[in-house]
């Protein structure tokens, strides 16, 4: 690939466009589809009956509180200073890398012991998780108004009796830009800043992607910090999920070099 044709790939992740692929009625039909989804059920009536839902709880009951309950700010929890007991879901504080991927190798682990392994760069500093709860309550106010009025500009259409959802598209489209810079603004103001790369190996392949981020971590040459997904028990040959974390989303040039 030339320099100039990776760098245009790589300009074409970063592009400020985003939207659905298909036929202006199919894009129509998941705009809607998208507008109306509702997650407050799930995480009221689902998630906390989750079987890796219930066994973080458990595992959080017998450890120390800790301050937030987001992946940004498991991330910044340092892991146990103690030399002799080496925790079940990170790399120890001065342990080798070599001996943390032989102890906690992703392609043996499984949910029951232990929904993510975690690694840090041990030299690094690490940003704190910002205002988590402030931006979460702040968030759902915004998407609240937007549904809201998202409900009534289709309710308009349908007594409309247009036969097309092209003239209501134009009208959801700015709604929608005005609520990503909203969410954007609101992440800035509450310091919630943290971002991530994911990639999706095989299990037969987690473990020799797993090794090189961690040591990539290690050597300061990605983010701050990295995670990965044990079994789920969602069958053999589902992907494993790899974060990268980054320490600010909108530093492109720090994302293109973790990228590249």
């Not at 689902?46 to 991330?75: C, E, F, G, W």
């Not at 968030?139 to 097309?164: F, I, M, P, V, W």
């Not at 991530?196 to 020799?208: A, R, Y």
Request: aromatic share 6%; proline share 5%.
């Amino acid at each position: 690939m030339s320099p100039d044709t990776e760098m245009a790939s790589h300009e074409e992740i970063f592009s400020d466009e985003s939207s659905f692929y298909g036929d202006e009625d199919t894009k129509n039909e998941l705009e809607k589809a998208c507008a109306s989804f509702d997650p407050e059920p799930f995480w009221a009536q689902i998630h906390q009956h989750l079987p890796a839902t219930q066994q973080h709880n458990a595992r959080a009951s017998t450890r120390p509180a800790k301050a937030s309950s987001s992946d940004v700010s498991m991330k910044d929890a340092s892991p146990p200073a103690s030399s002799t007991t080496l925790p079940a879901d990170r790399r120890g504080k001065t342990e080798p890398v070599d001996s943390f991927l032989s102890r906690l190798p992703p392609s043996k682990l499984t949910v029951q012991d232990t929904e993510w392994i975690w690694t840090w760069n041990s030299a690094g500093s690490r940003k704190n998780g910002g205002d988590v709860a402030s931006f979460t309550r702040k968030g759902h106010e915004l998407l609240n108004a937007y549904e809201e009025e998202s409900t009534r500009l289709r309710q308009a259409h349908d007594a409309s009796g247009a036969k097309t959802t092209s003239g209501l598209t134009r009208k959801l489209n700015p709604l929608r830009q005005e609520l990503e810079k909203a969410i954007l603004a609101l992440a800035r103001e509450t310091d919630v800043t943290t971002g991530k790369w994911m990639l999706f190996p095989s299990v037969e392949h987690v473990d020799e992607v797993w090794r090189a981020v961690v040591s990539a971590t290690e050597k300061g040459q990605l983010g701050d910090a990295a995670k990965v997904a044990t079994d789920d028990g969602s069958g053999s040959g589902q992907a494993r999920l790899i974060c990268v974390y980054t320490a600010d989303f909108a530093e492109k040039e720090d994302l293109k070099r973790v990228l590249c």
